[in-house]
């Protein structure tokens, strides 16, 4: 896993940001064949899931990383990392509403989650730009 501190360095040296690019791409195709073997063993560890979906997320492959997190979501229906990745994936692959609804159940107004309120307002603001919501606004 790629830490912050690496992340920053990558982007303080331009020159170098080509080849940690490489890696950061390297890493994320590892870390998808080394989390797509763990879960496929188990595909009811919800540890296992959530990795998987973030590695797939990671690469591009939205698609791939909802319908995990959707399995997850439905063996665990009422946990919140599952509900937060879950909601988050389906927002990263434009499914706005869907991702909203998810999210929805991911907190409660008396113990809200700020991180979970954010990809909410994110999704509100990305739905209303869309072109087809907008003609109809």
Known sequence: MVT???RREAVAHQDSLPIASDRLTADARRDVDVYGQQYRADPTNIEKALHYAQALRRTGQRAQAVA????ASIESPR???VLDA???ALADAGNYDQ????LDRAHTP????????S???RCSIRWAATPTRSAII
Do not use: F, R
């Open 4 to 6: 912050p501190a690496a």
């Open 68 to 71: 995990v997190l959707e399995k």
């Open 79 to 81: 946990d919140k990392a």
């Open 86 to 88: 879950y909601g988050g």
């Open 99 to 102: 991702a909203s609804e998810v």
């Open 110 to 117: 008396d113990q809200p989650d700020w991180h979970i309120l």
């Open 119 to 121: 990809v909410q307002l």
